[in-house]
């Protein structure tokens, strides 16, 4: 008599919070600021004239995209109209779980965070979470139905496509380039402007119309990111600091606490 042993890893209790909204740009609910924490999201589109920036990337999305993030992977929704924005979003701990979440940590920060649902599937991913909102199901019919979410998910079609950079204005485009190549270096913004040939007022305005943030905020996040990047390295919290073109050690470490709401000793522990 022969058998068969199938060795399967643990599965731990997913706990996970969903909202739908339909907000336009206007809406006093909405949230124009950056998204950093701990937990796994998935957001659903179903309508709305809006992007997607992660890390550095900038992902147009339409009814039946999916943008997944990680912990700690920067996020944010870029309006472009006052349409209405009408989505799903889901935030769930991995913990004891990541080796499930193929479309989650099997990629490269700020990879491949666009999925294409197709009609059939969307309809199917729709079901599920108006049951996780109406919470029909029984504890254990929530779990099934999420693992079916993230099946659904890791079965679709995982795109590298990203927004067409010529909706960005020029000098927006070179900013963001300059900034790159430049993030340990001294960088001021009246410099910056002449050096993409218009004026301070004129960037700051692209900036706000195209990003819905500031030059000064956009560098300050980019050099945030690869602070994060260098720490996740193993690089030391002084070496991130000056490495990612901060010149003050403790304003540094003010600045990640609130943007990652962890110290950079604490984030880098996490991944050790």
């Known amino acids: 008599m022969q058998s068969n042993r199938l060795k399967c890893k643990g599965l731990a209790p997913f706990e996970f919070f969903i909202n739908h909204s339909s907000l336009t740009m206007a809406s ?3 949230q124009h600021d950056s998204h950093i924490h701990p937990e796994c999201e998935i957001y659903l589109n179903l309508s709305g004239d809006v992007s997607f920036m992660v890390e ?9 995209s999916v943008i997944v993030t990680r912990p700690y992977e920067y996020h944010h929704c870029i309006y472009h109209s006052n349409a209405l924005h009408d989505h799903y979003w889901i ?7 990541e080796h499930l979440l193929r479309s989650f940590f099997q990629r490269e920060r700020g ?3 666009l999925i294409i649902l197709e009609e059939q599937a969307l309809e199917k991913v729709l079901e ?13 019919g929530r779990q099934i139905d999420f ?11 995982h795109s590298t496509l990203q927004e067409d950079t010529l909706k960005l204005p020029g000098d927006v485009l070179f900013a963001m380039d300059y900034m790159e190549e430049h993030l340990a270096e001294p960088i001021r913004m009246e410099e910056l402007a002449k050096l993409a040939h218009v004026s301070i007022n004129t960037l700051e305005r692209h900036f706000r119309e195209s990003l ?14 690869r602070a994060s990047e260098l720490l996740r390295k193993g690089k030391s919290v002084l070496e991130a600091c000056e490495i990612s073109g901060f010149s003050d050690y403790s304003n540094f470490i003010a600045l990640f606490r609130k943007q990652f709401e962890i110290t950079p ?3 880098q522990k996490l991944f050790r």
């Open 28 to 30: 006093a609910l909405n």
């Open 56 to 64: 550095d990337k900038i992902y147009p999305v339409s009814r039946g």
């Open 91 to 97: 935030l769930f701990s991995s913990e004891g779980n």
């Open 111 to 113: 990879e491949g965070n």
């Open 128 to 140: 599920l979470c108006d049951r996780f909102i109406e919470k029909k199901a029984t504890e254990l």
């Open 147 to 157: 693992l079916q979410l993230i099946e659904l998910l890791d079965a679709g079609e």
């Open 212 to 225: 819905q943030d500031t030059p000064t905020a956009i560098l300050r996040r980019k050099r945030l990111i």
């Open 265 to 267: 000793l604490q984030y």
